[in-house]
């Protein structure tokens, strides 16, 4: 199975919606499937006023925010993601948009890297079983990150023409210790 990071593409898309003040409206930290009950059902951030604002169907930074129709592609996959609705608004430009944001499965016990030729895209290590069923999940490595999905959904949401995608391949191998 082939595995694309998921992110936003901020070179095409800068007008994408920026998150102003959000380190006070909850402990980003705390984004973790361990710690999901703890988080409201609805959060509301507000978002710098600059014009034109392009809605992208994904934000990447400062963490992973999705628009109703990717929430709704991801649920037809029937991954375990908890979605908290969160409301983007600007009172200055008096708007307001509805995102998600998804909370899944994190693991650090794995590796990723990127394919960079032709030449290394067969080396995909031997994989958990608990991945054979996931078609979107978190990986941690070096600190940061990552939103990986797999080759099914990335096709989902290229023929639903979400905007603002950008899709790195990936190898993704278990981490060897």
Do not use: C
């Amino acid at each position: 199975m082939k595995y694309f990071e998921l992110e936003l593409d901020d070179v095409n898309y800068s007008d994408a919606p920026r998150l102003i003040n959000w380190y006070g409206v909850q402990d980003v930290r705390l984004i973790k499937w361990e710690n999901y009950h703890k988080w409201q059902q609805r959060l509301v951030y507000d978002v710098n006023p600059s014009e034109p604002i392009i809605f992208t169907d994904i934000l990447s930074f400062p963490f992973l925010l999705v628009s109703p129709m990717i929430k709704n592609t991801i649920q037809l996959y029937g991954d375990k993601v908890v979605f908290k609705e969160t409301i983007l608004l600007s009172s200055e430009k008096e708007f307001e948009e509805v995102y998600y944001l998804p909370i899944m499965q994190e693991s650090d016990q794995l590796h990723l890297s990127y394919v960079e030729s032709w030449g290394n895209r067969n080396q995909q290590g031997k994989l958990p079983e608990w991945m054979k069923d996931r078609n979107i999940f978190w990986v941690r490595q070096k600190g940061k990150r990552h939103t990986i999905i797999n080759l099914d959904l990335a096709e989902s949401l290229l023929r639903r023409k979400a905007i603002g995608l950008h899709l790195k391949e990936v190898l993704v191998s278990e981490r060897e210790i």
